[in-house]
């Protein structure tokens, strides 16, 4: 069996909040242009177990953790059990439009990335579970952007952006750098957040290239939490934990990233 384009690697953790959100997610991948991709599913011990209804995508590889070690460990340990040239990261409530898979397949850099939430100053990415479908097939048909692909230059701020939205990795790369475990939050009184921006940091200071187009877009599922445990720090306190250290593994962050850095640093620390 050849080995496929890509790897896409969905970690899962389901408390009450995320019901048939995989199945939408699922609904997306059905749908692209590019068949040549396998699945990976990393449930995080969720205390609602992982089921997969869609047909189509029925035989994926599906791994039951004993213990919610956080997203860090579980997104490194579905990029070591992939196979696929590139690996792509779904929290399990990003759906993709049906170029997405088939915009990413010719991407040489080290990091390739598309259009996702947030970028659209509208917001307009991020919406109701049950408007996701009509969504994607409006901005299917009409595109918000032209579809000139995206020439970046080896800037930090790009690089801060690569979360596990609307970017690929080269696997091989990504293997050589992968999350910090040490920002996992999977306990309630862990940190939380950042490990995505020390991963970009590492993957920019390592000399990785980055490319992407506006082409492809994915949509994010708005959440409606209910039924989640409650924690005993806030999330602005668990994001101050992580924060130090990401500040302490990288003293050059303030140096480097400038008006981000700036920015950012008022909004964590604002009373």
């Known amino acids: 069996m050849s080995r496929p384009e890509f790897s896409i690697i969905i970690t899962y953790y389901n408390n009450g909040h995320k019901n048939n959100y995989?199945?939408?997610?699922?609904?997306?991948?059905?749908?692209?242009?590019?068949?040549?991709?396998?699945?990976?599913?990393?449930d995080n011990n969720s205390p609602i177990p992982l089921?997969?209804?869609?047909?189509?995508?029925?035989?994926?590889?599906?791994?039951?953790?004993?213990?919610?070690?956080?997203?860090?460990?579980?997104?490194?340990?579905?990029?070591?059990?992939?196979?696929?040239?590139?690996i792509i990261f779904n929290d399990g409530?990003?759906?993709y439009s049906n170029n997405f898979l088939e915009t990413h397949k010719n991407a040489n850099p080290d990091i390739f990335i598309t259009l996702f939430c947030g970028r659209d100053p509208k917001?307009?990415?991020?919406?109701?579970?049950?408007?996701?479908?009509?969504?994607?097939r409006h901005y299917e048909i009409n595109p918000i952007t032209d579809n000139d692909l995206l020439h970046y230059k080896k800037k930090v701020g790009h690089f801060l952006n690569t979360?596990?939205?609307?970017?690929?990795?080269?696997?091989?790369?990504?293997?050589?750098?992968?999350?910090?475990?040490?920002?996992?939050?999977?306990?309630?009184?862990?940190?939380?957040?950042?490990?995505?921006?020390?991963?970009?940091?590492?993957?920019?200071?390592?000399?990785?290239s980055f490319g992407g187009s506006r082409k492809a877009f994915s949509i994010h599922i708005h959440h409606h939490f209910f039924g989640v445990a409650p924690s005993p720090l806030s999330e602005k306190e668990k994001g101050k934990i992580n924060w130090v250290k990401l500040e302490r593994?990288?003293?050059?962050i303030k140096e480097l990233t400038g008006e981000w850095y700036d920015y950012t640093y008022q909004a964590l620390y604002k009373l």
């Open 51 to 86: 089921i997969v209804k869609n047909q189509d995508l029925a035989r994926v590889k599906i791994h039951r953790m004993n213990y919610n070690y956080g997203q860090c460990t579980a997104r490194n340990l579905g990029a070591e059990l992939a196979s696929g040239k590139r």
């Open 249 to 252: 593994k990288h003293p050059d």
């Open 123 to 136: 917001k307009r990415f991020v919406v109701p579970f049950n408007k996701v479908t009509d969504m994607i």
């Open 93 to 95: 409530d990003h759906v």
């Open 163 to 208: 979360i596990p939205i609307g970017s690929s990795y080269n696997r091989k790369v990504f293997l050589q750098h992968k999350y910090d475990t040490s920002f996992d939050f999977g306990d309630k009184e862990k940190g939380k957040g950042w490990e995505d921006i020390d991963l970009g940091l590492r993957l920019y200071k390592s000399g990785a």
């Open 22 to 42: 995989l199945n939408l997610v699922l609904w997306g991948l059905s749908r692209q242009t590019c068949k040549s991709f396998e699945l990976i599913l990393i």
